[in-house]
């Protein structure tokens, strides 16, 4: 599995964004889907995740800003960043730990996000 994340750039605080991650392979509609970020000096934390079967789960301090979804037809999967913060600035990574019922560890390069001055 091959993943592409796409879609960073820069953000005005209380503004919006949404990232695309696009997998390769046929059994996308199969994999669980987690979007992961690194702030500098930080270690990378889970932000959000979407299973086979659309539940959906969000770190605290996203959550009611933060939306994940997917589209099985494009094999892909988005963030929606609503009402940023410059602490939300990360470079944001997708991720594949499961396909099915086996687990994996496939990621994709990052995205960065910052704060637009």
């Known amino acids: 599995v091959q993943l592409q994340a796409s879609g960073g750039g820069l953000v005005q605080p209380g503004g919006s964004l949404r990232l695309s991650c696009v997998a390769s392979?046929?059994?996308?509609?199969?994999?669980?889907i987690n979007w992961y970020r690194q702030a500098p000096g930080k270690q990378r934390e889970l932000v959000a995740g979407?299973?086979?079967?659309?539940?959906?789960n969000y770190l605290d301090s996203v959550k009611g800003r933060f939306t994940i979804s997917r589209d099985n037809a494009k094999n892909t999967v988005y963030l929606q960043m609503n009402s940023w913060k410059p602490e939300d600035t990360a470079v944001y990574y997708c991720?594949?730990?499961?396909?099915?019922?086996?687990?994996?560890?496939?990621w994709g390069q990052g995205t960065l996000v910052t704060v637009s001055s």
């Open positions: 991720n594949v730990p499961r396909i099915g019922f086996r687990s994996y560890d496939y």
């Open positions: 392979g046929s059994i996308f509609s199969l994999a669980a």
């Open positions: 979407i299973t086979s079967g659309g539940s959906t």
